[in-house]
């Protein structure tokens, strides 16, 4: 695996108000499921400091080929047709290559 491969991702979710802790369950779901696909190399989901309402999963991929598998996983999905009433806006998914 070399660095240049490497893809990583910061997911982030914001939840609607009072559905903070209904949006942490659903978005916990995913992480061990994530962590034993091919090519996950970290999954981790953050909760802000000062702004609980908001999580972000923080990944690194071996690859896009494997980042794209995950995106349409069977758990990934699934929680995409839970989280629409959870948000109080879209979640924003970005994907970037290290700079050093």
Avoid: N
């Amino acid at each position: 695996m070399s660095q240049e491969g490497t893809i990583h991702v910061i997911a982030l979710f914001v939840a609607a108000p009072g559905k903070e802790d209904e949006l942490e369950r659903v978005l916990t779901e995913l992480i061990e499921p994530t962590r034993r696909e091919a090519g996950c190399i970290r999954y981790e989901l953050v909760r802000g400091l000062g702004r609980s309402a908001e999580f972000a999963f923080v990944e690194e991929w071996e690859s896009v080929a494997t980042l794209d598998a995950h995106a349409v996983s069977a758990h990934l999905k699934a929680m995409q047709a839970k989280v629409p009433g959870l948000l109080a806006a879209p979640a924003s998914v970005e994907r970037y290559r290290l700079v050093k």
